[in-house]
């Protein structure tokens, strides 16, 4: 796979030099260094360079040092070597079979066991080997995953992964016995299956093309605090080569150094020399994917703030100390480091030079003699010469014809490239370029070309073009000034690429607006959590007194009906009030048992008027279906927005939107939710970007509906899939988990006395308070109300308080519910207690509080719910085991129902 590169020739010849002004008495000297450099450069020495892993974005910046002669520059011939299965990158140093390698951090190992390896730079500060798993899932830290099944466990292509065994060690586990075996070809898409929970991977390559397939990422921190010393890839030799060549090892280190500095800076050129000579044998990248994973090395490089290949010994020495504590191999050699050259050796090297140009001194007298006889191109460049130099413009010599239009008469290589067509191509026709030219900028463009002949004034003026290359018109800016006396009218002007500094300015105003939607949707979300309280404390009012009304009437009563439309209608509004939390971000997520084929029915009734009128909605399903685990509110945002946009599909043509329920043989776990159409269908790009935020279709959408039914499926453990051609229609298939079977254990065991027990209300809402103390009252119990926090705490601190338990609301203007529960945990108070909100954020909730004896219910609540949380905290101790299933089942309640959207991860709960 290696390549290298002939020698470049000189940009200039030895009769250019009159036309520079170079005076006589400055000839010599330049001659000297010209013949100079050509005797170095006849002879280019073979060198190979081993890469630790297969071609890629990794290595770019030794590629870009071969593609731009930065090699050739140090008189270097460069083989690039691939790494092929089974091998080593450092074994191929020590064996003598490449002088150089890109090695990691076990070099330090290394010297501990006598390995002649030296270390030429650090070109990755930090580690980019990580251990990946799912962004939904529960583990943060390498210690989570200890616990799992060895078998969907797989470690790193190499047992050698230095920092991942010292956190291993560090742990008290064998590195050697965690993993059920180490990565192979297929990993990566049996992560997306779910056939194993963790994959070895590099940060800047495999989160995005995971990401690509639909599935978020995070790595596992191997330490809680995720800080380390541990570097990425870094450049090494034989210790004997540093000794003896360091002049080669000098030279090889400035021409990677200087190819990495031009990789980064110039990404997408980086790209393309990868694509057109480095394509790898055995994991082919697409440009985008390189793309990728060049700016995720932006982060591992570190350039801003760690001056590239810096090599820092504390460093070092940090991690030997850290490997010698885990009884690991550990040691630092400074004579095996690179350091920067002795200045009494430059100065040698200069003496060496200075006796060479004095043995040089008559061969270039003779050759002065030469040259000052030879004037052969006068005192200025020639204005060919002159467009041969010009690489990132366009320069160009053109004539009038008419009154607009304008004939190139000469151009500069360049053409080719900012233009995309052949040279002679634009100097034979003169509507080659105008034909390029945007249909919408083309009357502009002529416009100001015509003033320009017709006032013989200078032209300037942006448009863009076509080009072949590229997908997206480039932004070109033309500038020409008259010839002074030229007849006919002819002008001399360049024309500049300035599509970058357009996507620029593009970027910035998307960015612009992102904001300004991010602001909007922050202050809905403030006034969504304001509402939300307010409003679900009135609707626990009015759904509890209806409760308790018809408690107090018999089956037959006719007023039976009217309260429970009340209580109907009370449930409805406290699921809109979800989903407007939901919406701005605030919102709860509350998983329960849901009958699939009533919920389609319901929504099937609802959407008859809300979809074009000459678009029919089907619904297959079997009579029964098992039950499925979802939240109810956001279930029917994922099928309204999947079955709306089947519906507009049709655009205002007649048509038929299908939904179909069914088990699915293969997976007998899941339910099967598929919505299809025969409208207009995507094509294969609008796929792959249709869950992106912001990205839509449509003329009037915002681009989140799709994005936000992924959040959702992805976050429930659901999946989602897509099939759409061009004008057949669109089918999405939805499978959602069946709800797990209770265990019989479960169950709160038959009513138990409770009568003279005493239970203290604290809500400072009126109508809430009295709503929720006559609901206690009505289940037996005594009791007492107070209207704030502060005087909750009083009576509570009472050594003779009579309460079992006590109902707090968790937003009071005194003193609020959650800081109430913290101070009687703090002082160790194990009364239990029942936590009550309207809007509740995760941030005002901490896991601390949540313990066996605090239980959470969100307004608007029944009776029956209120019963079975108080029952479930007044178990005898003996029967709260945090061990048993009911305390796990409680657990898990908690848990998922507390998950704030755009906050942390639910911790332990249910997983299908």
């Known amino acids: 796979m290696g390549q290298s590169r002939p020698v470049r020739a000189a940009s200039c010849g030895l009769a250019s030099l009159p036309a520079l002004g170079i005076v006589p008495a400055m000839r010599p000297l330049l001659l000297l260094c010209c013949l100079l450099g050509l005797l170095q450069s006849a002879e280019l020495e073979h060198v190979k360079l081993q890469l630790n892993y297969f071609h890629q974005f990794q290595f770019a910046g ?23 299965p089974d091998m080593e990158a450092e074994h191929e140093v020590l064996n003598g079979r490449a002088q150089f390698a890109i090695y990691s951090a076990r070099i330090i190992s290394d010297w501990a066991v006598g390995h002649d390896l030296a270390l030429v730079a650090i070109i990755h500060q930090r580690n980019p080997d990580v251990l990946l798993v799912r962004d939904s899932s529960p583990w943060l830290t390498l210690n989570d995953i200890l616990s799992d099944p060895k078998a969907r466990l797989v470690g790193p292509v190499s047992s050698n992964t230095l920092e991942l065994n010292l956190a291993i060690a560090a742990l008290g586990r064998n590195p050697e016995k965690v993993f059920g075996r180490h990565k192979t070809t297929g990993d990566l898409e049996r992560f997306v299956k779910g056939e194993i929970d963790v994959l070895p991977g590099y940060a800047t390559n495999e989160p995005a093309r995971l990401l690509e397939l639909g599935v978020a990422t995070r790595p596992l921190l191997y330490r809680a605090d995720g800080h380390s010393p541990f570097f990425g890839d870094s450049l090494i030799c034989r210790g004997e080569l540093l000794r003896q060549r360091p002049d080669l090892v000098n030279r090889f280190r400035r021409a990677c150094l200087r190819g990495w500095a031009w990789a980064l800076s110039n990404q997408q050129q980086a790209v393309r020399i990868i694509t057109e000579h480095w394509a790898s044998a055995y994991q082919p990248s697409g440009p985008q994917q390189l793309l990728n994973e060049a700016n995720a090395l932006d982060s591992v490089i570190d350039r801003t703030v760690i001056e590239l290949g810096t090599i820092s010994v ?46 040089a001194a008559c061969l270039i007298l003779l050759l002065a003699i030469v040259v000052t006889r030879r004037r052969l191109l006068g005192a200025t460049l020639t204005q060919q010469r002159l467009m041969d130099l010009a690489e990132s413009f366009l320069l160009f010599q053109a004539q009038a014809e008419g009154t607009s239009r304008l004939r190139f008469l000469q151009a500069s ?80 002007g360049m024309i500049l690429d300035l599509t970058a500094e357009a996507d620029a300015a593009e970027a910035l105003l998307e960015v612009q607006r992102r904001l300004q939607t ?75 048992p849901i009958n699939l084929v009533e919920e389609c029915k319901v929504l099937r009734d609802l959407l008859k008027h809300a979809i074009p009128a000459n678009v029919r909605l089907e619904l297959d399903s079997p009579p029964i279906l098992p039950e499925v685990q979802f939240d109810p509110a956001q279930l029917q945002q994922v099928l309204v927005n999947l079955i709306v946009n089947a519906a507009e599909s049709y655009d205002g043509a007649d048509g038929v939107v299908a939904i179909k329920l069914a088990s699915l043989p293969g997976d007998p776990a899941c339910i099967a939710v598929e919505i299809s159409d025969r409208g207009c269908g995507m094509s294969q790009e609008t796929q792959v970007r249709m869950f992106e935020p912001y990205f839509t279709t449509k003329k009037t959408g915002h681009g989140l509906g799709l994005a936000a039914v992924q959040g959702i499926i992805t976050a429930s453990g659901s999946q989602l899939l897509c099939t759409s051609r061009i004008g057949q229609g669109t089918t999405f298939t939805l499978r959602i988990p069946l709800m797990a079977r209770r265990n019989p254990q479960v169950r709160v065991e038959s009513p138990r006395p409770v009568a003279g027990k005493h239970v203290l209300v604290v809500d400072d809402d009126e109508l809430m308070r009295d709503t929720a103390s006559q609901m206690v009252r009505e289940l037996g119990y005594v009791v007492d109300s107070v209207s704030g926090g502060e005087e909750a705490l ?4 009472d050594p003779q ?41 995760a941030n005002r909730i901490g896991t601390g509080i949540l313990d066996r004896r605090t239980r959470f219910l969100a307004k608007p609540f029944s009776k029956a719910m209120l019963d079975r949380t108080l029952r479930l905290l007044l178990r005898p101790d003996g029967e709260d085991d945090s061990s048993s299933s009911t305390f796990a089942s409680m657990q898990r309640e908690s848990s998922v129902f507390l998950s704030i959207r755009g906050n942390r991860n639910p911790g332990p709960g249910p997983h299908p």
């Open 62 to 84: 030794y590629y870009a040092a071969d593609r731009n002669g930065y090699f050739t520059d140090e008189g270097l011939a460069v083989e690039i070597a691939e790494l092929a």
């Open 314 to 359: 504390p460093r070092l020495e940090a991690i030997a100390s850290q490997l010698r504590a885990a009884q690991l191999p550990g040691l630092v050699r400074c004579e095996l480091i690179w350091q920067p050259s002795d200045p009494s050796r430059t100065w040698l090297s200069l003496s060496i030079w200075a006796l060479s140009i004095a043995a």
């Open 413 to 492: 290589p360049s053409v080719s490239v900012i233009l995309g067509r052949s040279r002679s191509s634009y100097l034979s026709d003169p509507d080659a370029l105008l034909r390029q030219v945007v249909g919408e900028d083309r009357p502009a463009l002529l416009d100001a070309v015509t003033a320009a002949i017709s006032q013989r004034r200078a032209l300037r003026h942006r448009f863009r073009i076509t080009h072949p290359e590229h997908d997206k018109a480039r932004h070109l800016l033309l500038q020409a000034i008259p010839r002074y006396g030229s007849d006919p009218l002819e002008f001399d």
């Open 518 to 592: 991010a602001q909007r949707n922050e202050s809905l979300g403030l006034l969504a959590g304001g509402v939300a309280h307010d409003f679900n404390n009135l609707l626990g009012a009015i759904r509890g007194n209806a409760e308790l009304a018809m408690s107090r009437l018999p089956d037959t009563h006719e007023a039976r009906p009217r309260l429970q439309r009340v209580l109907q209608a009370s449930d409805r509004a406290a699921g809109l009030v979800r989903q407007i939390l939901a919406y701005a971000g605030k919102g709860t997520i509350e998983v329960r």
């Open 794 to 797: 009083r009576r509570l601190s």
């Open 801 to 841: 308080r009579p309460y079992v338990a006590v109902i707090l609301d968790c937003a009071m203007p005194d003193l609020d519910g959650t800081e109430v529960a913290r101070r009687l945990r703090a002082a160790e108070d194990r009364l239990p207690l029942v936590l009550c909100s309207g809007m509740v954020e």
